[in-house]
C-alpha cells in the first residue's frame, strides 16, 4: 500500500501549506515565541489522513483558526475504496444499508425459523393427533373445526397442551443433521449433489438420506409420542426424554410396550419411503419455483430500472418463498402416507391421547395393524377415503400462518430500506 500523506506534511515543519524547500538536514531559523501571533503559526492541525474527520476526497483540514471552506480545496482527488464506501458523509448511508441488508436478512431467515418451528408447533399437535384418533367422527379437514378444538383444548388443559413436544422437534432435527454430517464424512456418499449430476451420484445421494431416516426413527417415534400424548395423565418429563425413549426403543428398554408394538424392522420401509419422497418432491418444487422467481426477476430488470429496494427483496425472498412453496406441496401430497406412518408408528405405545372430537376426554390407542398395507386397507374400508386426511385444516393454517409471516416481513423489511435510502 502506498502511503497517504498530504504534500504540506514533513514530520516536523507542518503548517497545513507546502513542504520548505530545504533539504533534509539543513539549519533552521531560531524563532521566538514572544507573541501570540507567532504562536498561532505554530499551532498545527494533524495531517489529512483520508476517510478521517468526515472529510470528502480531496479535501484538507484547514489551519488552526481558519474556518473550514464549504467546498473542497482544488487539486487532484484522491480515489475512493473499491465499493463506493469511502469515509466522508457518502459513506455513512452505505455501511448503514449494509448493516441493515444484513439484520434484516438474518431477521427474515429467523423468523421463517420461528413460524415454521414454534408458531406452527400447536397445528403439527393437533395435526398428529387427528391422524392417529381412528375413533374420531370429526376429521376436521377445514381450518374452521379445528380452531374450536384448539380453543377447547386451551380452555381445559392450558397453552401447554399446543405446545407439547416442542423440543423433541428440535431434538430429532438435531439427530437428523448431525446422523447425515457423520455418515457422509466416514462414508462415499455425498451430502450434496453438484451441477453435473449422474443417475449414480443420486442413488448415492438418496442411499445416505435413508441411512439418515433410519437413524433418526426411534427418536422421531419418540417424539411422535411426545406431542398426541394427552396432558391430563402426562408426567413432567425432562428435554432428553426423547433421546432417552428412542435409545430405549432400540435395545428393547424403557417404558414396557403392548404385543401390538410394531418392531423397527417393520418400521423402515415406511419411513425411508415418506422421507425420501419428501425430500424429493420438495427439492424438485424448490427448483422450479426458483427457476421462475429468478427469470421473473431477470426480466424485470431488463423492463426497466430496479429500484435498489427491490434489488433487496430480489436476493433475499425468491429463496424464502420456493421453500415455502416446496414444504406446502410435500405435506399436501405425502399427507396420506404421514397419516398412516403416524399409526404404525403409535401402535402398541400405550399412547392415551385426546378426544378430537369433544376437546375435554381422552382415548386409548389399540389398533392393531400387521403393516403397512393392512393400515392402508383398514382406513380405507373403516373410514373411508377421507381418512387419510384427518386433521388436514390444521395444515391450512399452519401454511396461511407462515405466509402472513413472510407478508409481514416483506412489508417492515421495504419499508426500513426505503427509509434508509
Known sequence: MHP????????????????DEQGFGGAFPARSFSSASDLSHWVTTPPDIPGSRNLHWGEKSPPYGVPGPSTPLEGPAEEPFPGGSGGGGGGVPGQSTEQLNRFAGFGIGLASLFTENVLAHPCIVLRRQCQVNYHARHYHLTPFTVINIMYSFNKTQGPRALWKGMGSTFIVQGVTLGAEGIISEFTPLPREISHKWNPKQIGEHLLLKSLTYMVAMPFYSASLIE???????????????????????????????????????????????????????????????LLILKR?????????????????????????IANFAASLCSDVILYPLETVLHRLHIQGTRTIIDNTDLGYEVLPINTQYEGMRDCINTIKQEEGMLGFYKGFGAVIIQYTLHAAVLQITKIIYSTLLQNSV
Open 227 to 289: 406431542t398426541v400424548q394427552s396432558e391430563i395423565i402426562r408426567d413432567n418429563t425432562g428435554i432428553l426424554e426423547c433421546v432417552k425413549e428412542g435409545i430405549g426403543r432400540v435395545i428393547g428398554l424403557g417404558v414396557p410396550h403392548s404385543k401390538r408394538l410394531l418392531p423397527l424392522l417393520s418400521l423402515i420401509f415406511p419411513t425411508v419411503l415418506h422421507g425420501v419422497l419428501h425430500y424429493v418432491i420438495s427439492s424438485i418444487i424448490q427448483k422450479f419455483v
Open 4 to 19: 497517504r500523506r498530504p504534500d504540506g506534511f514533513d514530520g516536523l515543519g507542518y503548517r497545513g501549506g507546502a513542504r
Open 296 to 320: 421473473k426477476t431477470y426480466s424485470s430488470h431488463l423492463a426497466e430500472s430496479t429500484r435498489p429496494v427491490q434489488s433487496m427483496l430480489d436476493a433475499y425472498f425468491p429463496e424464502l
